[in-house]
């Protein structure tokens, strides 16, 4: 199946810092979507991206399908940001079953 | 986006026993799923809840161990039948598609976190 990978694994950060974090996927995909795990393990919807540039505030992304990665850039970094981000990606066989990344655990410091 | 709530949002048990957890959506949703997430862990398929019918399981994963109902398009259960302390995890549900909903975007309960002793 699939195979999704995040990096870094792990990230801290100093309040005000911009990031980047990477996705990499093994083959090509119909969808694929970003998540904020927070601390007490809810998972947020930040972007539906399976391919081109998003924006949301702080937050944006970008998704190479040609390529096999997409990008999540966090500019101007809040303690709130802090938690996991899991890329998750539904295959090119369908049936609308994410498959998801390793994640990246953030930490942000005052 | 959809309202989704889980019951219980945790809970400790004993070994061999059994919980069911339950998923209710504020309205019909096309499919839902059942995730695990072992502690520390990334997100797992369990199976594809279909509704009036069997449930589609994922590598892995058996109906007598994880046995699931969706009896109409708004709630379903997972059950984690004779539970050992491997059983430990956040269980999720979430819910694609629906009335007037985008078909591409999943969207996550709050997780039940259950502890087997």
């Known amino acids: 199946g699939i195979q999704v990978e995040q990096s870094p694994p792990d990230l801290i950060l100093q309040e005000g810092a911009n990031s980047t974090l990477r996705c990499n996927f093994s083959d090509s995909v119909n969808n694929l979507q970003w998540f904020h795990q927070n601390p007490w393990g809810q998972l947020i919807n930040l972007f539906y991206i399976p391919s081109g540039t998003k924006q949301n505030g702080r937050l944006s992304a970008t998704t190479v399908a040609t390529e096999r990665y997409s990008l999540l850039y966090i500019s101007s970094s809040q303690t709130t940001d802090s938690g996991v981000y899991f890329c998750a990606v539904e295959g090119s066989t369908g049936f609308q079953k994410l498959v998801f990344g390793t994640g990246t655990r953030l930490l942000v410091s005052p | 986006s959809a309202v989704i709530s889980q019951k219980p949002s945790r809970d400790i048990c004993q070994r061999g026993t059994s919980l069911t957890i339950q998923c209710q959506v504020d309205?019909?949703?096309?499919?839902m799923f059942w995730y695990r997430q072992q502690p520390g862990q990334s997100l797992t398929l369990i199976a594809t809840a279909n509704q009036g019918s069997e449930a589609t399981y994922e590598s892995g994963f058996v109906i007598d161990k994880f046995p699931i109902s969706r009896p109409n398009l708004t709630f379903s259960t997972l059950t984690v039948s004779n539970m050992s302390p491997e059983d430990s995890s956040i269980y999720l549900c979430?819910?694609?598609?629906?009335?007037?909903?985008?078909?591409?975007?999943?969207?996550f309960g709050p997780g039940t976190r259950l502890l087997v002793l």
């Open positions: 979430s819910v694609l598609g629906g009335h007037s909903r985008r078909w591409e975007t999943q969207y």
């Open positions: 309205s019909q949703v096309t499919m």
